[in-house]
């Protein structure tokens, strides 16, 4: 079945880097996909990946593909106060149009 | 912009009493979703459209139900609210030509339950 993982929490100061990851169980997924929420807010696309790729670079954001072990990375540069939000990561299966959605990660960035 | 657009932002009803969430897209996406998401939680597929055919999540009550009149406008009613469904919840859109895309969520309606 499908199932996506990730770690709940992340604390970071600012001008660092953040590496936020996430596991996926379903060897057929087509895309995956990196979603930033802000309070009060809806989800915000970030990223996404083809699963025929191993690495996609956007400005600060670097998102790695382990396909082999079904890991998800996201990276993000510069960490900035403005960068605290909840980052979910999402993963579409081949010949479907409904993701699956990991429960989000919390990035907390401090002075 | 091309965009997803959730009215009202903050609806506070009684327990009970019907309530209506709107959504509506400049997209001209073909799929259309509603989400709830309850807090710490990821968003919780209720029901979507794929053109006109509705389709149910097999666990949604049926307390809530779905109109797509067109293209562009989705509405979410619920019939007789309860103290647990007062939560956000998420429109959002893709489209199904091609491979699979992203899809664009609205900023999302909360829903309180007096």
């Known amino acids: 079945g499908e199932d996506v993982e990730q770690s709940l929490f992340l604390s970071v100061r600012e001008g660092d880097s953040s590496v936020i990851n996430c596991t996926y169980t379903?060897?057929?997924?087509?895309?995956l996909y990196w979603y930033k929420q802000e309070p009060g807010a809806g989800l915000q696309l970030l990223t996404y990946?083809?699963?025929?790729?191993d690495m996609k670079q956007d400005q600060r954001l670097t998102v790695l593909l382990n396909k082999k072990d079904k890991h998800l990375s996201l990276r993000i540069a510069d960490t900035q106060t403005g960068d605290s939000a909840i980052y979910f990561c999402a993963e579409s299966i081949r010949g479907s149009y409904i993701p699956t959605f990991g429960r989000g990660t919390s990035l907390i960035v401090h002075p | 912009d091309a965009m997803v657009i959730q009215n009202p932002r903050y609806q506070v009803t009684q327990f009970g009493k019907p309530v209506t969430l709107s959504c509506s897209q400049t997209?001209?996406?073909?799929?259309m979703y509603w989400y709830q998401q309850k807090s710490s939680q990821a968003p919780k597929l209720l029901f979507h459209y794929y053109d006109k055919d509705f389709n149910n999540e097999a666990d949604t009550p049926d307390n809530f139900q779905s109109r797509r009149p067109n293209t562009s406008f989705c509405f979410l009613d619920i019939r007789s609210p309860g103290l647990g469904d007062a939560a956000m919840y998420l429109c959002a859109t893709s489209s199904s030509d091609g491979p699979t895309g992203p899809q664009h969520f609205g900023d999302g309606t909360r829903l309180s339950i007096l």
């Open positions: 379903d060897s057929s997924s087509t895309y």
């Open positions: 997209l001209n996406h073909n799929v």
């Open positions: 990946i083809f699963s025929n790729m």
